[in-house]
C-alpha cells in the first residue's frame, strides 16, 4: 500500500444524492421519483486512493459519475479544491476530474484511431504538437502499450489494450483526480499487477487523488488507503482499508470478505453466508435496506434506518444497529 501524507481533501462530496422518475405498472399509476444514491459523505486527499466496493447495482459506477461531473447530483455538492463543481464544468475543471470507464469500447469512438483519440483532448487544451507527443508517448509507455498501436482502431486491439489506452489518455492531461471505473478488469494477472503498482507510484509520487471502483478486494485492498462500502446506495461501511477488512462491522461488508478465497485452510473463518438477491433499488425495504439478507437481523432493522456510528476509531464508521465490539 503507498504511504499516504496527511493534506486536506482534493475532492469532497457532501450529501450526495439522485434520484429517477419511475412509473409503476398498471395503467393509472404515476410516476414517482426514487433515490438511487442518497446522503453519499466521502472525501480524497491529495495522494490518496479510496476504494469503492460493493455488488452491482450499488451505486458505484452512478457516485463515480458525479464526482467526476459527468452527471448533476440531485442533493448535496461535489468540491474540487474547496470550490463546488457546477455543470458544465469550464475546461480547466474538466482536465483536473478525469473519469476512466469501465465500457472501454464505449469510451473510443470506434470511427477514429486511438492515436487521433489520444492527442484530441490535448489539441483541445491548446497545447503544441510537440509537447502532445511527449505526453502520450510518456503515458503509453507507463502503461506498457506499444507505439504502433496508435494506428490502429479501437476495434483491432485487446479489451485489456483498450483497457490501458484509456488510463493513458488519463493520464496524458495530467489530472489532479482519477475516478477509476473497474481499470484493471479486463487485464490479464501480470498487466494487472503492472498497471496497479504504476497507479500507487502516480498517487504517492504526484499527489494524485484518486477514487478506485472495484468488485476485487484483493486489488482494493493492496491499493486503497480507505475503503467505502455500499448497499442499495448508501455507504454502509468506511474507514481505513486495515481497519474495515481486518474487523469489519457490518455484515454487509464481512459476507464480501468472506467470499474472497483464502488459499491456506489455517487463516478460513466461518463464513457468513448471504441468501437472495439484492432487493430492487427503485423499492427499497423500509428501515435498514440490507436486514432481509441479513442474518443477524432483529425487529428494530426492519423498522429503523442504521445511522452510521464510530468504531474503534472515529474515522472508521459503520451504519449497523448491531456491530461487533469495537474491539473485535
Known amino acids: 500500500m503507498p504511504a499516504l501524507t496527511s493534506a486536506a481533501p482534493r475532492l469532497m462530496a457532501r450529501g450526495l444524492g439522485l434520484d429517477v422518475r419511475h412509473r409503476d405498472p398498471g395503467l393509472f399509476t404515476r410516476p414517482r421519483r426514487a433515490a438511487i444514491v442518497s446522503n453519499i459523505d466521502l472525501e480524497v486527499a491529495p495522494g490518496e486512493i479510496l476504494g469503492l466496493v460493493g455488488e452491482s447495482g450499488s451505486g458505484k459506477t452512478t457516485i463515480g459519475r458525479m464526482l467526476a461531473g459527468e452527471i448533476a447530483p440531485d442533493r448535496g455538492r461535489v468540491l474540487l479544491d474547496g470550490a463546488?463543481?457546477?455543470?458544465?464544468?469550464?475546461p480547466a475543471r474538466r482536465r483536473a476530474v478525469q473519469l476512466v470507464f469501465?465500457?472501454?469500447?464505449?469510451?473510443?469512438?470506434?470511427?477514429?484511431?486511438?492515436?487521433?483519440?489520444?492527442?484530441?483532448?490535448?489539441?483541445?487544451?491548446?497545447?503544441?504538437?510537440?509537447?502532445r507527443r511527449r505526453r502520450i508517448s510518456a503515458a503509453l509507455d507507463a502503461?506498457?502499450?506499444d507505439p504502433a498501436l496508435l494506428d490502429r482502431w479501437p476495434h483491432q486491439v485487446s479489451g485489456g489494450q483498450r483497457q490501458r489506452a484509456v488510463l493513458?489518455?488519463?493520464?496524458?492531461l495530467?489530472?489532479?483526480?482519477?475516478?477509476?471505473?473497474?481499470?484493471?478488469?479486463?487485464?490479464?494477472?501480470?498487466?494487472?499487477?503492472?498497471?496497479?503498482?504504476?497507479?500507487?507510484?502516480?498517487?504517492?509520487?504526484?499527489?494524485?487523488?484518486?477514487?478506485?471502483?472495484?468488485?476485487?478486494?484483493?486489488?482494493?485492498?493492496?491499493?486503497?488507503?480507505?475503503?467505502?462500502?455500499?448497499?442499495?446506495?448508501?455507504?454502509?461501511?468506511?474507514?481505513?482499508?486495515?481497519a474495515v477488512f481486518g474487523a469489519p462491522a457490518h455484515p454487509y461488508t464481512r459476507a464480501l470478505l468472506d467470499a474472497v478465497p483464502v488459499a491456506h485452510p489455517g487463516l478460513r473463518r466461518p463464513r457468513l453466508r448471504?441468501?437472495?438477491?439484492?432487493?430492487?433499488?427503485?423499492?427499497?425495504?423500509?428501515?435498514?435496506?440490507?436486514?432481509?439478507?441479513?442474518?443477524?437481523?432483529?425487529?428494530?432493522?426492519?423498522?429503523?434506518?442504521?445511522?452510521?456510528?464510530?468504531?474503534?476509531?472515529?474515522?472508521?464508521l459503520a451504519a449497523?444497529?448491531?456491530?461487533?465490539?469495537?474491539?473485535?
Request: glycine letters at 6%; proline letters at 12%; a negative charge.
Open 84 to 90: 463546488a463543481l457546477t455543470l458544465p464544468l469550464p
Open 168 to 172: 493513458a489518455r488519463a493520464l496524458s
Open 174 to 242: 495530467d489530472p489532479s483526480v482519477l475516478v477509476l471505473d473497474e481499470p484493471v478488469s479486463a487485464l490479464d494477472v501480470s498487466v494487472q499487477a503492472q498497471v496497479v503498482n504504476h497507479l500507487a507510484a502516480l498517487a504517492r509520487d504526484r499527489g494524485l487523488a484518486m477514487v478506485f471502483i472495484s468488485h476485487d478486494l484483493g486489488v482494493v485492498g493492496h491499493l486503497a488507503h480507505r475503503v467505502a462500502v455500499l448497499y442499495l446506495g448508501r455507504v454502509v461501511e468506511t474507514g481505513p482499508v486495515e
Open 274 to 316: 448471504l441468501e437472495g438477491e439484492p432487493p430492487a433499488i427503485l423499492n427499497p425495504p423500509t428501515g435498514c435496506a440490507f436486514h432481509p439478507r441479513c442474518p443477524l437481523a432483529e425487529d428494530i432493522c426492519r423498522r429503523q434506518r442504521p445511522e452510521p456510528s464510530a468504531r474503534a476509531t472515529a474515522r472508521h
Open 143 to 145: 502503461m506498457g502499450l
Open 102 to 131: 469501465q465500457d472501454t469500447l464505449g469510451a473510443f469512438d470506434p470511427r477514429m484511431t486511438l492515436g487521433r483519440q489520444l492527442d484530441e483532448p490535448l489539441a483541445v487544451a491548446g497545447l503544441p504538437p510537440a509537447d
Open 320 to 328: 449497523c444497529h448491531f456491530p461487533p465490539p469495537a474491539e473485535a
